[in-house]
């Protein structure tokens, strides 16, 4: 029944459709320099968007919560530990040796543009910024307290119930605790990346090298999965299609946001990758069964370096030890 | 039965309460939660269209960036959200909401897969489609391009049939381009997209059908009426609010008229107030001779503000006579207001009443019916003296300006007049005792001086008609002698008559004790009057009325006034024509002077003798009461004198209307006394009296007298036994009657029953004498009554000399 209406109906016109679309990226892709690609109007990323308004003083309140040791059992950790905001978002890559008790998970993801994800972490298990934070809370491998015994905390510091009555209105609770950080992270956005001026009609925003990355992009097949304004970030995919690619565990993983992928090293899951170059081989191998030569992964890098956006007006950097 | 007072503004603050809080609270549909359910059932089918469009798109390649379908997603779960958090509120819709939410719980996952699938099949496409065109595949090309044509169809139709064309064409491709790497990828690329292809299809198959239309229209229709009922329900609320809103106008209405009643029945009272107190300063100002015209006045001005037609002031003692006021052409019932005292109405002590119209049978409807009345107001009181007195106003026609609190003012009315009555009754009272002190010491003079000089002429006369007698006896018959000696005799019976009437009418007169047969005494008089007189003149006897009413007195004394006047009637005309008796019951609402006194109002029986005589010079009128006052030659002047002291004693006058040549009426007026004044008179009796008479025969007949009395006599003949009696027994008698014809032997008994019992109250009965007087003034606690003894004199003496029972 289900193949009648398909073929009845629209799955005719749709294929030819997927032939037309296809025949000006393959035509593109060895175009030369002076005939410049400029931005299609069905481009498959599109810009970041503006932060969200949210009331300041909530904002104001999750980042201080954000950087707040007391949300641990030890005082010794706030999420900052792990997030950097000053460089990456993550952390250096020393700090991701560390497990965080996923399964075959090695790799922080950064907390920018975390907030465009429609799943979060690497398995894509917490469907809300909010279930995520009272997950690092509780994870006794990352700050290994609770939320309520957070609240506590607070509740025994006048400036902090303060900076919540004034907030919310009311003393600290764990929905108030949990919506200020995750108020605040919907702040984290990085826009300005060079790309996003190309899409936005900047034509000398990105070099021919850089253009040209674009193009093997999408025709080989990366822009697949990895579309949307977070170039990623917006479904699940299985990894390992044709050839495995790292730690086989867990089989299907959220598809990583590429926004700012260039300063956020190791790659994988795993961390299996140390740089953007080997990452992209061993993607194009192992789920597009496509060996790409060593001039291509350099467009397609360079391609990747103009997604790096800017937090608090400075470009993201690399996290050093 | 009335309200409470406090009812009204209760109720309207309770509406104002129920309107402004529950009424139009309720009386604007809230459908607030139906219309959230039915925004949400709106996105959800929005966000469910939206995805599988979406969902199309992302197959057909037209749609590479999956963002929209994350948000259509997340907006067909929120969307779901809401429907389930609004579940609660629709229990009956549960299911049908359970069913979108499952619904969208599914499609999300769907969608998951949609995402998934579609991202692995562009990527083989993409490369299938360059692979295809390049030339990398070389030799292999015929291979390729029929695997490519396979594919292509592969596309469009993902039936099994294709996928095994496009599976026998993978393997010949395989075969073909085995040692090739392009080959390889191609074929693997190949064979994902045989994988993928009808997979996605599936997927998205499932997608769209995946769609509970009969939840969504079961869950449209279940909201829509839900909005129905509220609407209806909020109906019925602003009806409700309608009719609360107009009974608290009702109410605040009705308060409103009952604070304008509060307001002019303020003014009625200060108004009536006013009037009483007006009324008040000018009854303090009345007089003795304006009373009763002040009183009359009074009630009128009271009767005038509260609307009344008649208004009235009975009662008894002081307040007896009544004055009353009535409108011009109103009349008073018969026996109205006087009834009001009777004893068939609880209007005892003190009290009020008003009554504006009676339903039923009870003490209202009566007292209307008696006053003829169709609103009726009472006020009354017993004064210090135990004499009821009662005010009255009512109305014939209308409704009197007059409630229960203004009764209170009322009742100051009462007391005012009252006791201005009583002030100008005592004050009456006073006068009228001075000036009876008056004459009753020029009478007693007159009497004492009279009764001295008629003993002794008595005896003078007893003299010469003896010496008289003895000449005429030797005188020859018809000589001159014995004519002079026959008028000689005439004279002496003359001069006998006049010391009689001379002795009678110094004789002490007490308070009638005993009600009176008046109609037997005019019948008795009537035949006394016809047979001791010319057979030409007629008496008349004009049959009395039935309700004539009752006289207290002496029967003897007042036949003798009839007697005496009857006879003044019959020489007046000469020895021919009639003379009328007749009697009549007549109320005085006010006093009335008559020519032998002043009447105060009251009731009266009126006896009348009418003649048609030669009348009287009405220059005489005032003279012809005074003693020896005379016109005829034979009269001695004593006749109308002692009628008029008797009717005086009986606390009544005579009055005289005469024209000269055509005849005279003489009016004796007589106070009704009512019957318990009976009952006062009779129990004065049961007490036990001594009697002693001269003979056996005496003894009887008194005794039978002294029954009549309702004493108890204990009678002697002998003078020893009774004085034996009495020293045994002293405690035993009330009082003793000495009864001898010879005053010197009634003295003589009377000191020796003194010295037996000394405070024993003695009775002489004897030929009166002036000696006698002093003897039974020497006596002490002694009276006397003329010889022969009669009833009404002994009782008179009894009554006097015995203090009534259970005084002190």
Redesign the interface.
């Known amino acids: 029944m289900t193949r009648i209406d398909l073929r009845g109906c629209w799955l005719r016109p749709v294929t030819f459709a997927i032939g037309l679309a296809l025949t000006p990226a393959a035509a593109g892709a060895g175009g030369p320099a002076d005939n410049r690609p400029v931005p299609h109007p069905e481009e498959p990323i599109t810009p970041l968007p503006a932060p969200p308004s949210a009331d300041p003083l909530r904002v104001q309140l999750g980042e201080r919560l954000f950087a707040d040791r007391r949300l641990s059992a030890t005082g010794s950790r706030s999420c900052a530990s792990c997030h950097d905001l000053a460089t990456n978002g993550a952390g250096p890559p020393a700090r991701d040796a560390q497990s965080t008790g996923d399964q075959g998970v090695k790799d922080t993801p950064t907390v920018f543009n975390a907030a465009l994800s429609f799943r979060l972490n690497w398995a894509g298990t917490f469907p809300t910024l909010e279930a995520q934070a009272a997950n690092s809370i509780r994870n006794p491998a990352v700050m290994g307290g609770s939320p309520q015994q957070a609240v506590e905390r607070l509740s025994a510091d006048p400036a902090t119930v303060a900076a919540f009555r004034r907030a919310y209105g009311r003393a600290p609770d764990v929905p108030s605790l949990l919506d200020a950080i995750a108020t605040f992270e919907r702040s984290l956005l990085t826009p300005d990346s060079r790309f996003d001026a190309w899409l936005k009609g900047d034509q000398n925003a990105l070099s021919d090298r850089e253009l040209r990355g674009y193009t093997l992009f999408k025709t080989v097949g990366c822009a697949s999965c990895h579309q949307g304004r977070s170039v990623g970030a917006n479904l699940f995919q299985r990894h390992g299609i044709f050839h495995p690619l790292a730690s086989p565990r867990p089989a299907i993983l959220r598809v990583p946001s590429l926004r700012n992928v260039a300063v956020t090293p190791p790659y994988f899951h795993d961390g299996s990758a140390h740089t953007l170059e080997a990452a992209v081989h061993a993607m194009g191998r192992a789920q597009l069964n496509r060996s790409l030569t060593a001039s291509q992964v350099a467009d397609i890098v360079a391609f990747l370096r103009t997604l790096t956006g800017k937090y608090d007006g400075r470009p993201l950097t690399t996290a050093t030890p | 039965m009335r309200a409470p007072r406090w009812l009204g503004p209760l109720a309207a603050l309770s509406l104002t309460l129920l309107t402004t809080g529950v009424l139009i609270d309720r009386s604007k549909a809230d459908t607030r939660r139906e219309d959230e359910a039915l925004r949400a059932l709106g996105d959800y089918e929005q966000a469910q269209a939206a995805l599988h469009r979406d969902g ?1 798109s992302v ?4 749609l ?4 929209r ?2 948000a259509d997603t ?1 907006a067909l779960e929120q969307a779901s959200q809401r429907l389930l958090s609004s579940a609660e509120a629709f229990p009956p819709a549960g299911p049908a909401i359970e069913d979108l939410a499952r619904s969208a719980g599914v499609q999300a996952r769907l969608a ?1 897969d949609l ?2 699938d ?3 099949l ?6 299938f ?2 692979m295809a ?1 390049s030339t990398e595949t070389g030799q292999s090309e015929g291979a390729v391009d029929a695997l490519t044509a396979a594919m ?1 169809r592969l ?5 099994p049939e294709t996928q095994d064309l496009v599976g026998r064409r993978l393997n010949a491709a395989r075969d073909a381009g085995a040692d090739r ?1 392009p080959i390889r ?1 191609l074929v ?2 190949a064979q ?1 997209l045989q994988r993928q292809l009808p997979r996605a ?2 997927t ?3 997608l ?2 995946n769609d509970s239309v009969e939840s969504r229209r079961t869950l449209r229709a279940y909201l829509a009426a839900r909005r129905e009922q509220a609407a209806a329900d909020a109906l019925r609320f602003r009806l409700a609010l309608a009719g609360a809103i107009l009974v608290l106008v009702a109410l605040l209405v009705r308060l409103g008229l009952r604070l304008r009643g509060h307001v002019s029945q303020l003014g009625r009272r200060a108004r009536l107030e006013h009037v009483v107190a007006e009324v008040s300063a000018s009854l303090i100002r009345a007089s003795p001779t304006n009373a009763d015209a002040t009183v009359v006045n009074a009630l009128e001005q009271i009767a005038s503000a509260l609307g009344a037609d008649r208004g009235y002031l009975v009662g008894e003692g002081p307040y007896a006579y009544g004055h009353a006021w009535a409108r011009a052409g109103v009349d008073f019932e018969a026996e109205w207001p006087k009834r009001a005292l009777a004893s068939d109405f609880p209007l005892r002590g003190k009290g009020a009443l008003l009554i504006k119209g009676a339903r039923g049978d009870g003490l209202d409807r009566t007292l209307l019916e008696a006053a003829g009345a169709r609103s009726l107001g009472l006020v009354w009181a017993t004064n210090e003296d135990g004499c009821l007195v009662l005010l009255g106003f009512d109305s014939k026609r209308g409704r009197l300006r007059l409630d229960e609190s203004e009764l209170e003012v009322a009742r100051l009315a009462l007391d005012s007049i009252a006791g201005a009555l009583r002030r100008l009754s005592l004050e009456r009272n006073r006068a009228e005792l001075e000036r009876r002190l008056q004459l009753a010491s020029r009478l007693e003079a007159i009497g004492v001086f009279a009764s001295g000089i008629a003993h002794n002429f008595n005896n003078i006369l007893g003299g010469i008609g003896g010496y008289a007698e003895m000449a005429a006896a030797q005188a020859p018959a018809r000589s001159p002698a014995a004519r002079q000696l026959g008028e000689i005799q005439h004279a002496v019976a003359r001069g006998r008559d006049l010391v009689d009437g001379i002795l009678a009418f110094g004789r002490q007169r007490i308070e009638p004790p005993r009600s009176v047969d008046v109609a037997g005494l005019m019948k008795e008089t009537a035949s006394v009057l016809s047979a001791s007189h010319s057979s030409e003149v007629r008496v008349v006897l004009v049959t009395p009325p039935e309700d004539l009413g009752t006289v207290f007195g002496e029967g003897g004394d007042l036949q003798q006034v009839l007697l005496n006047i009857g006879a003044n009637a019959v020489r007046a005309m000469e020895g021919r024509g009639e003379v009328r008796l007749s009697a009549a019951r007549t109320s005085l609402t006010h006093s009335r002077e008559c020519v032998a006194g002043t009447l105060p109002p009251g009731t009266y029986v009126r006896l009348t003798v009418d003649d048609v005589g030669c009348g009287i010079d009405p220059s005489l009128l005032p003279q012809i009461f005074e003693p020896f006052f005379t016109t005829r030659r034979d009269g001695h002047g004593l006749g109308l004198a002692t009628a008029r002291e008797i009717v005086r004693d009986h606390g009544g006058s005579i009055d005289v209307a005469s024209t000269l040549g055509q005849g005279s009426r003489f009016e004796i007026w007589l106070p009704e006394v009512e019957s318990r004044h009976d009952a006062k008179a009779t129990a004065r009796g049961g007490r036990t009296v001594l009697l002693l008479c001269a003979t056996q025969e005496c003894v009887l007949q008194s005794e039978d007298m002294l029954a009549g009395l309702s004493y108890e006599p204990v009678g002697y003949s002998d003078e020893e036994e009774a004085v034996s009696a009495l020293t045994r027994k002293p405690e035993r008698f009330d009082a003793a009657i000495c009864c001898h014809e010879q005053a010197s032997i009634a003295v003589g008994w009377a000191d020796q029953l003194r010295r037996a019992s000394p405070g024993l109250p003695l009775v002489l009965v004897s030929r009166v004498s002036l000696q006698l007087n002093y003897d039974a003034a020497a006596l002490g606690r002694c009276a006397v009554v003329a010889w022969p003894l009669r009833s009404g004199g002994l009782a008179r003496a009894l009554n006097h000399l015995l203090a009534p029972l259970g005084a002190p």
Not at chain 2, 64 to 67: L, V
């Open positions: 199309v197959r057909m390649g037209l590479r960036n999956y963002d379908l994350v997340a998951e995402k998934t579609s991202a692995l562009q990527n083989s496409l993409a490369y489609s360059i065109a292509l596309t469009l139709d993902t039936s790497a990828a693997a690329h994902v299809d599936r998205l198959g499932r769209l059908a």
